[in-house]
């Protein structure tokens, strides 16, 4: 009785410790604005996004143009066809329209980025990416 107990405790233990790492994984997407771009097709829309320490965005585009700038962290950033670049604090990067791409944190901190597309009216801000 007293083994069963311990293996259950154990096994409460690995559960919740696994339920915290999973949430401190966690990548974090907001959309914080979308407006009409006047005399366009257009939206503008803001976000920001967190990637943990490890962790990576997944593969996806977007359809317009991805204006980016890295408010903490370092990542990684792995366009198809180009060469993969770091970017740090500070730093800003452009994705055309439809590329697909994804982010690795590759630091100890959370890295954050606030990014601006201006993309096709009413579509979603990003699209995800058919696995390879």
Same mark, same amino acid.
């Given at each position: 009785? %007293?083994?069963?107990?311990?293996?259950?405790?154990?096994?409460? #233990?690995?559960?919740?410790?696994? #339920?915290?790492?999973?949430?401190? =994984?966690?990548? /974090?997407?907001?959309?914080?604005?979308?407006?009409? &771009?006047?005399?366009?097709?257009?939206?503008? %829309?803001?976000?920001?996004?967190? &990637?943990?320490?490890?962790?990576? =965005?997944?593969?996806?585009?977007?359809?317009?143009?991805?204006?980016?700038? %890295? #408010?903490?962290?370092t990542i990684v950033l792995y366009v198809d066809g /180009? !060469?993969?670049?770091?970017? /740090?604090a500070g730093d800003v990067f452009f994705i055309g329209?439809?590329?697909?791409?994804?982010?690795?944190? &590759?630091?100890?901190? !959370?890295?954050?980025?606030?990014?601006?597309?201006?993309i096709d009216r009413g579509k979603p801000g990003v699209? !995800?990416?058919?696995? /390879?």
């Open positions: 009785m %007293v083994k069963r107990t311990l293996h259950l405790c154990g096994a409460v #233990i690995l559960a919740a410790v696994a #339920i915290g790492v999973a949430q401190q =994984s966690a990548l /974090k997407f907001v959309e914080l604005q979308r407006h009409e &771009i006047p005399g366009t097709a257009l939206d503008g %829309v803001t976000t920001t996004i967190e &990637i943990p320490p490890g962790a990576a =965005s997944a593969r996806h585009s977007h359809p317009g143009e991805d204006f980016g700038y %890295v #408010i903490e962290g /180009k !060469p993969p670049q770091t970017l /740090k329209r439809g590329h697909v791409h994804n982010a690795r944190n &590759i630091g100890t901190t !959370p890295a954050r980025a606030v990014d601006t597309y201006v699209i !995800p990416a058919e696995a /390879k």
